[in-house]
């Protein structure tokens, strides 16, 4: 069974910083893209920042240059580094693994976590 759980969010100041995590577990071969997304209330979910698994990255206009995704494929986790941070950043965010390959030939797709607040105050 594989499994996504997030961890890292919070309550922070306008300006502060957070990383948060997501380590993927169960049976697993390799994980192809994986990103991190959010929701706000009453708002869709939204792409925030994606990687491959060859590393290349895609920030969403509104988080470039403050949010920076990364990913430890020996560990199977997946990281926002997240800076400067702005009360429109408050929102439940999310991870999600593409594409799995839980043993060679064999895939699954579209896996997320169950979500970590974050809570940005003014």
């Known amino acids: 069974q594989v499994q996504l759980v997030e961890s890292g969010g919070g309550l922070v100041q306008a300006g502060g910083s957070l990383r948060l995590s997501c380590a993927v577990s169960?049976?697993?071969?390799?994980?192809?893209?994986m990103g991190w997304y959010r929701q706000a209330p009453g708002k869709q979910r939204e792409l925030v920042a994606g990687i491959t698994s060859g590393g290349s990255t895609n920030y969403a206009d509104s988080v470039k240059g403050r949010f920076t995704i990364s990913r430890d494929n020996t560990k199977n986790t997946v990281y926002l580094q997240m800076n400067s941070l702005k009360p429109e950043d408050t929102a439940v965010y999310y991870c999600?693994?593409?594409?799995?390959?839980?043993?060679?030939?064999?895939?699954?797709?579209?896996?997320w976590g169950q979500g970590t607040q974050v809570t940005v105050s003014s």
């Open positions: 169960g049976s697993i071969f390799s994980i192809n893209a």
């Open positions: 999600n693994a593409d594409t799995i390959e839980v043993v060679p030939g064999i895939f699954v797709h579209d896996y």
